[in-house]
């Protein structure tokens, strides 16, 4: 992302749930397992075995999607141009929301399951569109075309301050 304008907010989220990673490793850690048994035994594990590229192709996609929550990232900027965000692996690069395009923007508290049903790249009817990591505080977006965007902030006090610095702080 390349812009001269001075950054006045910034932020990058991370899932840092717990019971996130206590899934995946309770999901992982069992085929390793099974798969090194069956490997140093030679001994078939379980009603249905898998053969040796069966299991390393399951610990490659389970590894691959744990290692897809260790990547992921919310990025936020607000600087005087707009918001910029991204959801890193998903974009790249950064999606830019200009002021200009833009007809309410405020911080506030919503409810990520009702809502959305839950964190991450969400989308709803009502809602628009979410990209969250956790919490239950975001920067609410709509467009003077209609489209709803909610970006997740773990810093609603600091974004609100940011916006207001910026007289955009409508609703």
């Not at 812009?3 to 085929?31: A, C, H, M």
């Not at 999606?95 to 991450?120: A, L, Q, T």
């Not at 919490?135 to 709509?142: F, L, R, S, V």
């Amino acid at each position: 992302m390349t812009s001269d304008n001075k950054t006045i907010f910034s932020e990058t989220q991370r899932f840092s749930q717990w019971w996130i990673y206590l899934i995946l490793g309770l999901v992982t850690i069992p085929f390793i397992i099974f798969f090194v048994y069956q490997e140093v035994t030679g001994k078939l594990v379980g009603n249905h075995p898998l053969n040796r590229n069966q299991y390393l192709s399951v610990i490659a996609v389970v590894c691959v999607v744990d290692g897809l929550f260790l990547l992921m990232r919310l990025q936020t900027r607000i600087d005087s141009d707009g918001i910029h965000v991204r959801f890193f692996p998903f974009k790249l690069n950064y999606g830019h929301y200009k002021w200009d395009e833009m007809d309410k923007v405020s911080v506030r508290n919503y409810d990520p399951i009702s809502e959305f049903g839950g964190w991450g790249i969400r989308y709803s009817f009502k809602g628009g569109k979410a990209l969250t990591t956790g919490g239950n505080w975001g920067i609410q977006m709509e467009t003077k075309s209609g489209k709803k965007i909610l970006i997740g902030t773990q810093r609603p006090q600091e974004a609100e301050i940011a916006l207001k610095r910026l007289g955009t702080g409508t609703e």
